[in-house]
């Protein structure tokens, strides 16, 4: 098949996203498919021949990404683009879409995970991997998932949703419960997220998430292990368990940097435990209307339940992330789960 791999974008997951596009970029052509690693916001402008000979080019465009322990600056790489277009989607990267027998999308964050993307393609007829847009969409709104869990019967932190100034964060940092966590209605990879114990904590939490919009849910903090679990079809995988180093939190760092934390894969759980977040998220994903695959986030507290965070449903796919450890330890190597993602995407369109 000729298939475009989208990754990159303008989101903060935008190293993460290129790095997962390389590992199935490279997974894919090693199944004998025509791949090719295309960056949504940059497109081809660095592509010197004919949009239809893309199919053919080296090594499927893949360069060697990595991700680094800051999250790039998105204005840096948008000034990079020559044409200067207000459009996310670069020169040629719609037009190489729909010569493609399938698009695999490796995009995180608001750029391809909030379900725009997946709209456009719609509209295009492009056939693409994961969930639609209507699905992808509220799973990345943090309060309509919530929502979807609780009406679902599946257990979440209680939480308040706010849009805000900066002239009501004083009333605000008196009035929210502590701790708490601060998320921005949008955010992946603990990015615009804060963890505050105290009230100048809270206040600082609360002018951070100003740089993100404003639009934040406040959920009380659970404290207990950091658990997740990945559906692939209509099954659940192995739970994994993610132990943070040095007392620390699973942080934007702790996720891509090496020897930040340590993921245990099957996590040391009991199958009672295992069998109620796979059915959680199995749940959830069903409630949804999520396709394909997905990876549901969980704190297993000390009393032994399981309270949901989070569904993702564009999880990272770098080769280490955590659904092909999850996939890894059925017996299903990385390239057979690029390839059974796809199957399964293609199947549901």
């Known amino acids: 098949m000729n298939i475009i791999v989208l990754a990159g974008g303008l989101s903060p997951e935008r190293q993460v996203s290129l790095v997962s596009g390389q590992g199935i970029c490279r997974a894919l052509r090693s199944l004998r498919h025509k791949a090719v690693l295309v ?3 940059l497109g081809l402008e660095a592509w010197e021949g004919d949009v239809r000979d893309i199919f053919d080019a080296p090594d499927g465009l893949c360069t060697q990404e990595e991700i680094t322990a800051q999250a790039p600056d998105l204005e840096t790489v948008r000034a990079s683009r020559k044409d200067r277009s207000a459009s996310l989607f670069g020169p040629g990267v719609l037009e190489a879409c729909r010569m493609a027998d399938a698009v695999f999308l490796g995009l995180h964050g608001e750029c ?4 725009r993307v997946q709209a456009a393609f719609d509209l295009l007829g492009i056939p693409y991997t ?6 992808s969409g509220m ?3 943090k309060d309509v998932a919530k929502q979807v869990m609780e009406r679902a019967g599946v257990l979440t932190a209680p939480w308040r949703e706010l849009r805000y100034q900066k002239e009501d964060i004083p009333r605000l940092t008196d009035e929210l419960p502590l701790p708490a966590a601060v998320k921005t209605i949008n955010g992946g990879s603990s990015l615009g997220l804060a963890l505050p114990e105290t009230r100048e904590e809270l206040r600082a939490a609360l002018e951070e998430m100003l740089g993100y919009g404003g639009h934040v849910i406040v959920e009380k903090k659970l404290k207990g292990r950091d658990l997740t679990v990945g559906v692939l079809g209509d099954q659940y995988l192995p739970a994994v368990e993610i132990i943070a180093q ?12 090496q020897g930040q934390c340590q993921e245990v894969c099957p996590a040391p759980i009991t199958p ?3 069998r109620a977040m796979g059915e959680a998220a ?6 949804l209307g999520l396709r394909a695959y997905s990876r549901t986030d969980f704190i297993l507290d000390e009393d032994g339940r399981a309270w949901c965070l989070e569904v993702n449903t564009l999880p990272g796919m770098t080769p280490g992330s955590l659904l092909p450890k999850e996939a890894a330890a059925t017996g299903l190597a990385y390239p057979a789960l690029c390839q059974k993602i796809l199957d399964l995407s293609l199947a549901e369109q």
């Open 39 to 41: 960056d949504m916001f």
């Open 112 to 115: 391809g995970e909030d379900g």
């Open 130 to 135: 994961g969930s639609g847009h209507l699905a």
């Open 139 to 141: 799973a990345m709104n």
């Open 246 to 257: 040095n007392g620390g939190y699973f942080d934007y760092a702790a996720k891509y940097q």
């Open 272 to 274: 009672e435990q295992q």
């Open 282 to 287: 199995l749940r959830l994903h069903r409630a």
